[in-house]
């Protein structure tokens, strides 16, 4: 029998331990609870609806198809029993046990709210797929809602969006929703002008972009205060509620900014299974919950277990695409290298391919190393490096088709909104434990749309 | 002050209605409960992951952004003040009214299923953006069933998909189905060959596509037949649960069929605002409760009310896409001709531009009066049309790409699944009186997903 290993995850990390494994005599096992891999980096676009989810969300299996040696399975993983070394997975009401010889963990993160958790009813963030549509639909229909609004006060805090967390994403959504009201909807309004909205991007740090340093940094918050972009650095944000955000900033002088469609991108916390783990191995967590590898991504006394990508804790490793790939791509050549009788790297090292990120039409920041770059130039790096990442010939072309359009137009071809979007995550905790992830609790025998209580 | 023109819906009719007005002297209102146009012909494309909704769905005030005498807004229709000459609608828990001199009503139609109702929680119809994703949902998380189902008894129940009604619509999803499962998925199961899905068709007619007569009926069912669709006609629906559909033949035989994914495409049922205008001003229904017009469009007695589309009844005018333009820009055209002090015309004819239906990749029928057409030149005409037709340069091009990938390849790009599309009506459900159509009951001022109970 062929050596098994089980792959938890189909994102950056658990997507290229797979594909790295392509040519070795193993028996893949990917276990997923989304049927796609998400090309998280673009996800803001879908939001503001350049792009639509079939463009960065490719059907995992449809990816590996070719691949004989992996299968996909769906569902949601709740326990390792490290013991039995089985992998205990459900779906629907029906639970799995999925024996490993070897396991990548790469589950992913979900958002922090650094102890509020009480904001994320206000405050959603963006991290799936649903995230994004929802918040299209969120922004979409403020402004809908202020067609219809004649209080100029009301409309105001209608069209007042605040962003919280000054990264990459953040920057992103802040400078999209600019574009988005100035442009696209340009001439889409009678009883108001779109460009009237207001985008407050807010940060504890001192300006956008801390990784980028200070330079790159206060160079992205000139760029984003040219589109409009309120920049509000040296905040953080103390209170929230329908309708308002209150911050405070080092002096302790606080202020409330009214405000009804707020967006979360501040922080990262740990997948709950690294607390399962840590239950089962001992392994210790870091402060955000994340799981602390040894230098080889292992876990202590558990060679056979690897944990990759947003759920490792590992020095100088940032939460990236890049800082899992090079991680899902080390575990599986460890274990390739095992399988061969040959020693296995001791150390895993990051390779720092650069960093990017994107403020709006024609304007990113680019830092590659000591290079520092900005405006149009490191656009177009930003363009070409994302295209060439995106997985599959025709997302590609896909995406730039939409780029072009959007960029020679003012246009944005996905701002469809659908019911289901504008219900959003409040249907899905009406539903309760009927729904949980992206598995309904149901009997799998019945169709979940088709079964009723 | 000049003439005010209500449109309510943005479909066909009320759309091409509206445009009719682009330069009358008059002010256009269209209200509706979507944000976007629907362009339905390729509704199934999307339930089978061909097309993303934007392709299909532009945003109506896109469309309409260049038309300065026309306003869009968001709203649900409750009730017409024939009286006071007013159209009362709601956005979330705000009711306005809206005043008019000329009103067309283009609302549209709802699912028959024909006084058994509760078939509808296990066949929903496919009317809508939301129908759509949700249908994508459920065939193609079927196949992810299938997956992790051993027993084979179980799995040939979750891989049987019955689509009621053999229209055009029917006879698309069935063709549709059948090669996602042959083609699009071929490599990408492991425990389970996806061609070995059982799709099948059922009518109570004696052929499929009844209107286009029994030459092509039959030359679509022996298509359909070599696809491998099941097609079983002259049978009722008489009994429907979570997992079986009871059948009964001329002869008074029943069948049950145990399957799990069923579509409903049989029957159109009048708007609810039909009901509501009969109740004001003692208009007919006809038995499906659409509304018997004037042959000028109007309602007895209220020459200022045109009625347009699938809402109204009236011998000859088939429920196509044409069957809601040609009535629209009737009823623009009497309003501008009123306006101008001319006679308008006193009867609506209707052009018959002919039928098509697709059935599958290069094969389709075509009926212009007496011309009847099958096969690959029938689906190339039924193409080029389409594409003609959808609403923008950007969805033509949009859509002309993603045909060309499909057809070239065996890939369909938009099949990504969302935890909001797999839970779907079920979810609206659970919300209960908090989602009403595409309208939450909510505080206007409180944006509807922060705010909560």
Same mark, same amino acid.
């Given at each position: 029998?062929?050596?098994? /290993? ?6 950056? =990390? ?13 028996? /893949? ?41 992996? %299968?996909?399975?769906?569902?949601? /993983? ?36 650094? =102890? ?28 809908? *809602? ?66 980028? =340093?200070?330079? !790159? ?49 501040? =922080? ?10 840590? +239950? ?36 100088? /490793? ?30 895993? +090292? ?21 290079? +520092? ?23 590609? !072309? ?9 960029? !020679? ?15 959003? %995550?409040?249907?899905? +905790?009406?539903?309760?434990? %009927?729904?949980?992830?992206?598995? *309904? ?13």
């Amino acid at each position: 029998m062929p050596h098994r /290993v089980v792959v938890i995850g189909s994102g950056f =990390g658990g997507l290229f331990a797979t594909k790295e494994l392509k040519k070795a005599d193993v028996e /893949v096992t990917m276990i997923s609870k989304t049927s796609h891999h998400l090309f998280q980096p673009l996800l803001y676009q879908v939001a503001t609806g350049i792009l639509s989810p079939g463009e960065i969300a490719p059907v995992t299996r449809e990816i590996l198809a070719k691949q004989k040696n992996a %299968r996909v399975l769906l569902g949601l /993983v709740e326990d390792i029993d490290t013991e039995a070394r089985e992998v205990v997975w459900r779906y629907h009401n029906r639970t799995e046990r999925t024996p490993y010889d070897s396991l990548i963990i790469a589950a992913g993160a979900n958002q922090s709210y650094f =102890g509020n958790d009480q904001f994320a009813q206000f405050a959603p963030g963006l991290k799936s797929i649903d995230d994004a549509l929802e918040l299209r639909a969120r922004i979409l229909n403020a402004f809908e *809602l202020a067609e219809i609004e004649s209080d100029p006060e009301k409309r105001a805090k209608i069209l007042t969006f605040v962003v919280i967390g000054a990264g990459p994403t953040g920057v992103e959504v802040a400078g999209q929703i600019r574009e988005l009201a100035s442009k696209t909807l340009r001439h889409d309004f009678r009883n108001f002008d779109p460009a009237a909205a207001r985008v407050v991007l807010v940060d504890g740090a001192a300006h956008p972009l801390p990784p980028f =340093g200070e330079s !790159l940094g206060k160079r992205t918050q000139r760029d984003l205060e040219k589109l409009g972009v309120e920049v509000l650095m040296s905040q953080m944000v103390v209170g929230m509620s329908d309708s308002t955000v209150t911050l405070r900033d080092r002096d302790g002088n606080e202020q409330v900014i009214e405000s009804i469609c707020k967006v979360w991108s501040a =922080g990262v916390a740990g997948n709950p299974l690294g607390k399962k783990l840590a +239950e089962r191995t001992g392994v210790e967590l870091d402060r955000a919950g994340r799981v602390r590898v040894n230098e080889d991504l292992t876990i202590p006394g558990h060679p056979e277990i690897f944990v990759v990508g947003d759920m490792m804790s590992l020095d100088g /490793v940032p939460g990236v695409a890049q800082g899992a790939i090079q991680p899902g791509r080390f575990a599986a050549r460890a274990i390739k290298d095992r399988l061969a009788g040959r020693e296995p790297a001791a150390k895993f +090292e990051y390779k720092d391919k650069g960093s990017m990120a994107t403020i709006a039409k024609s304007k990113a920041v680019v830092k590659i190393g000591k290079l +520092e770059m900005g405006g149009f130039f490191a656009w177009l790096a930003w363009c070409g490096l994302h295209l060439f990442a995106l997985t599959g010939f025709k997302s590609r !072309l896909s995406t730039l088709m939409r780029w072009s359009m959007s960029y !020679l137009s003012r246009h944005r071809s996905a701002r469809a909104v659908t019911n289901q979007q504008l219900v959003g %995550r409040l249907a899905l +905790e009406a539903l309760g434990e %009927r729904a949980s992830g992206h598995l *309904l609790v149901d009997d799998v025998d019945v169709h979940p749309i088709a079964k009723r209580n």
